[in-house]
């Protein structure tokens, strides 16, 4: 049974700061892994897709990285701003025809102190 | 472009009453359609996926069902809700493997 971990829980930095979200999953056999984020009470919102041929991926200020061998990802986040505070869900997807579920962490909050 | 909405928004009902929670997709066709739950210190949990009208998977035993009455539209229910059923219940759709698209949410308080 899959299983995908976030570390830290939380996180609090001070604005301007880079930092590092951390995802590791158990099976290695994924079809890809993605990075949402969610705001208080809100829906989630999609930020990068990574598939399990792909290394990283990027989207302005966002870098995330992927090493399926290891069952690890990452989620660099450049010149953080208070904007960028919310829950951020790691979520992998797994091999098969058929295969629909996405393995949800627990997420990561992280708070950007002005 | 897609737009994905739930309804209510949010819900408070007494243990042992029915349950109706509506998703509807619009501006796509045959989307897959997804029903999450998030429990407090807890991850998202699939419910049940669809993947056409009538055709409902579950992913785990539990005190609710789900419908597909429409092409876009996903409904999650009830007979009795227990107190455990509270949460924050979210709707996506898809239309490949890939990206999920997520509702804004029900937030399910059971008294």
């Known amino acids: 049974k899959q299983e995908v971990t976030q570390i830290p829980a939380a996180l609090s930095v001070p604005e301007g700061e880079n930092l590092v979200l951390n995802c590791s999953f158990t099976?290695?056999?994924?079809?890809?892994l993605q990075w949402f984020r969610q705001d208080p009470g809100k829906g989630l919102t999609s930020l990068l897709l990574?598939?399990?041929?792909?290394r990283e991926q990027t989207s302005g200020r966002l870098n995330a990285s992927l090493d399926k061998s290891s069952g690890r990802s990452t989620l660099y986040i450049a010149a953080s701003q208070p904007g960028d505070s919310a829950t951020y869900l790691c979520?992998?997807?797994?091999?098969?025809?058929?295969?629909?579920?996405?393995?949800f962490g627990k997420g990561t909050k992280l708070s950007v102190i002005p | 472009s897609q737009t994905i909405h739930q309804w209510p928004a949010t819900l408070v009902q007494p243990v042992g009453s029915p349950l109706s929670l509506e998703c509807t997709v619009e501006?796509?066709?045959?989307?897959?359609l997804y029903w999450y739950r998030q429990a407090a210190g807890r991850g998202l949990q699939l419910l049940f996926y669809?993947?056409?009208?009538?055709?409902i998977s579950s992913e785990v035993p539990q005190n609710l069902s789900a419908s597909r009455p429409q092409d876009r539209q996903f409904i999650l229910s009830s007979k009795k809700l227990l107190l455990s059923d509270s949460g924050f219940y979210l709707c996506?759709?898809?239309?490949?493997?890939?990206?999920?698209?997520f509702g804004p949410g029900t937030r399910l308080t059971v008294l």
């Open positions: 996506a759709w898809s239309m490949t493997a890939d990206t999920q698209y």
């Open positions: 099976d290695s056999a994924i079809y890809n």
């Open positions: 990574i598939q399990s041929s792909q």
């Open positions: 979520a992998v997807r797994a091999t098969g025809a058929g295969s629909y579920q996405l393995t």
């Open positions: 501006g796509t066709s045959n989307p897959n």
């Open positions: 669809s993947v056409g009208i009538g055709q």
